[in-house]
């Protein structure tokens, strides 16, 4: 019973963070976030505080600032000031002080050079110690030619392999992203791995090998054979506990044997082009 009690406190949360996500441009009043969780708007503001670790405004700001931070590096061909308004700011003033206060950087400086280890520590989700039973499949995974880019760096910079893979995309042509499966392969757990020896592989679906190129992008294989699959939804900053859950509750349970290749992401839609609320990532655990 407590356990369902906490889930259901936890799933309450839930929807204001979403509800957030997704309207995080327009006024939100502490009355109408405590309407989307069913509290009473009297003990709204300091339930929030305690379960998030900050305050409903400062959450609200650092949503604001991610979108944001999101739109300077991934469409650096858009205006700052528009970016600063489609955030909900009014000025792009209040926009690089908000900016600078945040993440140590003006909003000019992060497009030219994002420095992502003080932007993950300022925007860091409450940490959820059990999750909610998930929806999980086992499917035949087919074995996928795919252009990599490997990632060898602190998980925080994953976002600048990012986009030098984006690069090579455009300029190429070779793995479009309408037509082509993006994905990402998790060698280590960020979470217990010394940054300088984090691996991640960045990989789109491709029908030829790779040529040469100055990005460092190389052709390799996604084996096929049984994955066990659990559906994301929303930020990837979340994908972990996904992973957690697949690892810690369903696996015991299953009664399967893991296979000999690490556990991968089939990311279904993309920021920027994707609002973060509506990311959708199959989260792969290869079986025997």
């Not at 989700?125 to 795919?146: A, G, K, N, W």
């Amino acid at each position: 019973m407590q356990s369902t009690q906490a889930d259901a406190y936890a799933q309450r949360f839930e929807a204001v963070f979403a509800h957030i996500e997704r309207h995080f441009a327009e006024n939100l009043t502490v009355e109408r976030l405590s309407r989307v969780a069913h509290f009473s708007r009297f003990h709204f503001h300091r339930q929030f505080t305690q379960y998030a670790g900050i305050s409903v405004s400062r959450y609200i700001q650092l949503t604001r600032l991610r979108n944001a931070s999101y739109r300077l590096v991934f469409e650096d061909r858009r205006r700052i000031i528009d970016i600063a308004l489609e955030a909900g700011f009014e000025s792009a003033a209040a926009f690089s002080r908000a900016f600078r206060t945040a993440f140590g950087q003006s909003p000019s400086q992060f497009r030219k050079r994002p420095a992502w280890q003080p932007w993950r520590e300022r925007y860091r989700l409450p940490v959820r110690e059990r999750r909610p039973s998930m929806d999980v499949h086992i499917i035949d995974f087919p074995t996928t030619r795919v252009a990599t880019l490997e990632h060898r760096d602190a998980p925080e910079r994953v976002n600048d392999t990012a986009r030098t893979f984006i690069e090579w995309r455009k300029e190429t042509g070779l793995s479009p992203v309408a037509s082509s499966d993006t994905f990402g392969i998790a060698y280590d757990d960020p979470d217990t791995t010394h940054p300088a020896a984090f691996r991640f592989d960045i990989c789109g679906s491709i029908e030829d090998d790779v040529p040469a190129n100055p990005q460092g992008v190389v052709t390799r294989y996604i084996p096929g054979g049984r994955c066990a699959v659990a559906r994301h939804h929303g930020s990837h900053e979340r994908l972990g506990e996904v992973a957690y859950y697949l690892y810690r509750d369903w696996l015991p349970e299953s009664g399967e044997e893991l296979r000999d290749y690490p556990l991968f992401f089939h990311y279904r839609n993309l920021i920027p082009d994707t609002p973060e609320h509506e990311l959708i990532t199959d989260v792969h655990l290869p079986l025997r």
